[in-house]
């Protein structure tokens, strides 16, 4: 189950906030696939959970949107992180306008999940 936080700067219209809220749980989801946790293209309440956050005068901030990804550890996930990552930094700028530049973490901490019914 990914958490994904998303912090977008002025520039960053609502038009595209809704475009990324909607794209975003299936492009995670399959960058994130794993044996253990595979992706059947049927997301059920609490598979992803995405937050948004507007980036304040006081920060530092560079790009127009950074996306983080946090899933927990496992070796095969670990083991091609990067092209996974690649994968969603790819899918994201090709949905925003040209001119945005877009930056994506895949956080893959050793964790645990567990989801009341």
């Known amino acids: 189950m990914p958490i994904i936080d998303v912090t977008c700067s002025p520039r960053v219209d ?3 906030r809704r475009l990324l809220a909607d794209l975003l749980p299936d ?3 399959r960058a994130v696939a794993c044996r253990d946790e ?3 293209g049927h997301l059920q309440p609490g598979d ?3 937050r948004f956050r507007d980036v304040r005068p006081d920060d530092r901030f560079d790009l127009d949107v ?3 990804i946090h899933s927990k550890w496992t070796e095969d996930r670990a083991t091609d992180r990067q092209s996974r990552v690649d994968c969603v930094t790819d899918e994201v700028a090709r949905a925003l306008p040209a001119d945005h ?3 994506v ?3 893959l901490p050793v964790a645990a999940w567990a989801q009341s019914a």
């Open 66 to 68: 950074v996306v983080e």
């Open 48 to 50: 992803v959970m995405i």
């Open 105 to 107: 973490l895949l956080n």
């Open 101 to 103: 530049l877009v930056g």
């Open 27 to 29: 492009i995670v989801s």
């Open 14 to 16: 609502e038009t595209s």
């Open 38 to 40: 595979p992706y059947d």
